[in-house]
């Protein structure tokens, strides 16, 4: 049996939900071209909120459930020696979270499972996810992404994207008690549908707000524009924005450094940020604080993905912001507190973060999942 043969096996067996179709999800993304002119794209100033948004905390249900959080680590990545990404970081913020006992009864942390096949190929194209299950990538697409792939980095990327689906299943069954969800991996933004690059490999949120469409129409209805993804990583989610630039179900909002990668490969998301070098709480959180009630008026979302990078920390290598641990919680609440105020699910990913040593991105990384289980669950 072909490792891809393989794969295909094992996710199909791990996976608890069903997968629609491959031909269905194709069509899928192919029906939604047009893009509607209610729908804005901006690059300059943030909006004026056309009203007051009230983020007054709805009162959560006092059986909110533990906030179920995903983990991948334990599909082991070898990566060369020396390599410069730091793998060991998820592993890490899974480790700080269990140790915590404030989070006793508040947070459930369980193995990602992988995402089937189907699900990975209603977003990538079938040559690449071949090569990848294959680990026969060309050297040029080995280099974008950063790293070999390896049986166990195909195992990871299976989990990374099947950790965000199975979230975004745990919010959108009918009847369920989560309101939010969560993945100590994904937010792998970078992935094009037929290209990797920058460490991501396949684009987990994109796969899981195709599976929400397909799989959960009911829960979307009632908007034009019933997905709304926050990307505030400190790099453009390009790799989302191709993904979906013809899709009219799905508002994509990245807020990035201007200066920083992708250099070469940006693409328009609905809406960008640019944030200018050294960019500080103060900055940060201005644009957070007028974009996020902007999003919520303006495409009222049923289901909002929030890519949580925390590489906008002034400690990070490769970030070239200047917010501090502090101002990156109250960045995160204005997420949360703006989801619960409005009643819409919410699924929460990784994202960069990259100091070194990578403890202070571990502990901006535990602070999002952390404040997330003190707001969601229970107790
Ligand atoms: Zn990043």
């Not at 300059?44 to 007051?52: G, N």
């Not at 006092?62 to 020396?82: F, K, M, N």
């Not at 990374?160 to 309101?179: E, I, K, Q």
Request: charged fraction near 20%; hydrophobic fraction near 40%.
């Amino acid at each position: 049996m072909t490792l891809g043969a393989a794969l295909a096996t094992a996710s199909s067996v791990a996976s608890r939900f069903a997968s629609a179709s491959r031909a269905s999800l194709r069509v899928l993304m192919r029906s939604s071209s047009l893009r509607g002119g209610g729908v804005r794209r901006s690059f300059v100033a943030p909006p004026a909120p056309r009203r007051s948004f009230s983020t007054a905390a709805r009162a959560l249900a006092s059986t909110a459930p533990p906030l179920r959080t995903y983990h991948a680590d334990w599909a082991e990545v070898i990566l060369p020696d020396g390599h410069r990404f730091p793998m060991e970081k998820y592993r890490a913020t899974r480790l700080a979270l269990e140790a915590d006992g404030s989070l006793r009864g508040k947070m459930e942390i369980v193995p990602s499972p992988l995402a089937t096949i189907d699900q990975v190929l209603a977003v990538h194209d079938p040559g690449y996810v071949q090569r990848v299950l294959d680990c026969a990538l060309t050297p040029a697409e080995t280099r974008a992404i950063g790293f070999p792939m390896h049986p166990s980095s195909v195992t990871r990327s299976l989990a990374s994207t099947g950790g965000t689906v199975a979230a975004t299943r745990d919010v959108l069954t009918p009847g369920t008690p989560h309101r939010c969800a969560a993945q100590i991996a994904g937010g792998t933004h970078h992935a094009f549908a037929d290209a990797g690059e920058g460490f991501c490999v396949f684009n987990d949120i994109a796969c899981a707000a195709v599976y929400a469409m397909e799989t959960f129409p009911e829960r979307l209805r009632g908007s034009e524009t019933p997905i709304l993804i926050i990307d505030l990583d400190v790099h453009q989610g390009n790799g989302t924005a191709k993904i979906f630039e013809d899709e009219t179900r799905v508002v994509t909002f990245s807020a990035h450094g201007e200066k920083n990668y992708p250099w070469r490969t940006k693409q328009r998301s609905t809406h960008d940020v640019d944030l200018p070098d050294g960019a500080d709480d103060a900055t940060c959180l201005r644009v957070v604080n007028e974009w996020v009630p902007f999003l919520f008026e303006t495409y009222r979302p049923r289901l909002v993905f929030f890519q949580a990078g925390v590489d906008a920390l002034r400690e990070d290598s490769f970030g070239r912001l200047g917010m501090t641990r502090a101002g990156m919680l109250r960045r995160n609440h204005v997420v949360y507190d703006a989801c619960v105020a409005a009643d819409v699910p919410l699924v929460i990913t990784m994202g960069g973060g990259y100091s070194r040593p990578f403890d202070a991105s571990v502990a901006a990384h535990a602070d999002v999942f952390r404040s997330a289980a003190y707001r969601f669950a229970a107790g």
